[in-house]
C-alpha cells in the first residue's frame, strides 16, 4: 500500500511541475524571443572599414600615450612651484598607472609585440623616476627629481619614446 501512495505522490507532484513549467515558459516565452532577437542584432563590425578606423584610432591613443609619458612632457606637466620631490614622484607614477589603464584595451588593436614594447616603456619609465628619487635626499624639491630624470634622458643615446613611437608608426604603415 505505501508502495501505490508513494507512486501516486510522485506522479501528482511530476504532473504539477509539468503544469508549472509549461505554464511559466509560456508566460516568458515572450520575454526569451526578444532577449535573442536583441542578441543576434548586436554584431561586430564585419566591414574592414570601421575594424581598420579602430586599430588607426588604438594607434594613435599609443602614439599620444608615449608622449604623455615622456620624461620630458610628463614632469613639465606635473610641475608645480615648491613641490616635494616624493609629491611629484607619487603623482608622476599615478599619472602613467591612469593614463596606462585608461588605453589598455588598446592593446585589442595592436601587434603583440608593440604593445609589448610599450608596456616595457611603461615600467622603464616608473622604474627611472623611482631610482631617480633614490638618489637624492629627503629634502630635495620636485625640480632636482626633474633634472636628475632628464639627465638620465639626455645620457641616452636613442631616446626611447620616439623610437617607441616609429614602432607604432611602422604598423600604422603596415595596415595599408
Do not use: C
Given at each position: 500500500?505505501?508502495?501505490?501512495?508513494?507512486?501516486?505522490?510522485?506522479?501528482?507532484?511530476?504532473?504539477?511541475?509539468?503544469?508549472?513549467?509549461?505554464?511559466?515558459?509560456?508566460?516568458?516565452?515572450?520575454?526569451?524571443?526578444?532577449?535573442?532577437?536583441?542578441?543576434?542584432?548586436?554584431?561586430?563590425?564585419?566591414?574592414?572599414?570601421?575594424?581598420?578606423?579602430?586599430?588607426?584610432?588604438?594607434?594613435?591613443?599609443?602614439?599620444?600615450?608615449?608622449?604623455?609619458?615622456?620624461?620630458?612632457?610628463?614632469?613639465?606637466?606635473?610641475?608645480?612651484?615648491?613641490?616635494?620631490?616624493?609629491?611629484?614622484?607619487?603623482?608622476?607614477?599615478?599619472?602613467?598607472?591612469?593614463?596606462?589603464?585608461?588605453?589598455?584595451?588598446?592593446?585589442?588593436?595592436?601587434?603583440?609585440?608593440?604593445?609589448?614594447?610599450?608596456?616595457?616603456?611603461?615600467?622603464?619609465?616608473?622604474?627611472?623616476i623611482n631610482n631617480a628619487v633614490k638618489n637624492l635626499?629627503?629634502?630635495?624639491?620636485?625640480?632636482e627629481l626633474s633634472k636628475k630624470v632628464l639627465h638620465?634622458?639626455?645620457?641616452?643615446?636613442?631616446n626611447p619614446y620616439e623610437l617607441t613611437i616609429g614602432?607604432?608608426?611602422?604598423?600604422?604603415?603596415?595596415?595599408?
Open positions: 500500500m505505501d508502495l501505490s501512495k508513494f507512486l501516486v505522490n510522485s506522479a501528482s507532484l511530476a504532473a504539477g511541475g509539468t503544469v508549472i513549467i509549461v505554464l511559466t515558459y509560456y508566460m516568458v516565452r515572450n520575454d526569451i524571443m526578444n532577449f535573442l532577437s536583441s542578441r543576434k542584432s548586436v554584431s561586430i563590425p564585419e566591414d574592414k572599414g570601421s575594424l581598420l578606423a579602430l586599430r588607426l584610432q588604438a594607434h594613435e591613443r599609443m602614439i599620444i600615450f608615449v608622449d604623455r609619458i615622456n620624461p620630458s612632457n610628463l614632469l613639465l606637466r606635473l610641475h608645480q612651484q615648491g613641490i616635494e620631490v616624493e609629491v611629484l614622484q607619487l603623482m608622476a607614477v599615478n599619472e602613467i598607472k591612469t593614463e596606462f589603464q585608461h588605453n589598455i584595451t588598446q592593446q585589442l588593436y595592436l601587434e603583440a609585440a608593440t604593445w609589448k614594447v610599450i608596456r616595457q616603456l611603461k615600467d622603464d619609465t616608473i622604474a627611472m635626499t629627503a629634502d630635495a624639491s620636485g625640480i638620465h634622458m639626455g645620457e641616452i643615446e636613442e614602432l607604432i608608426k611602422q604598423d600604422i604603415h603596415k595596415l595599408f
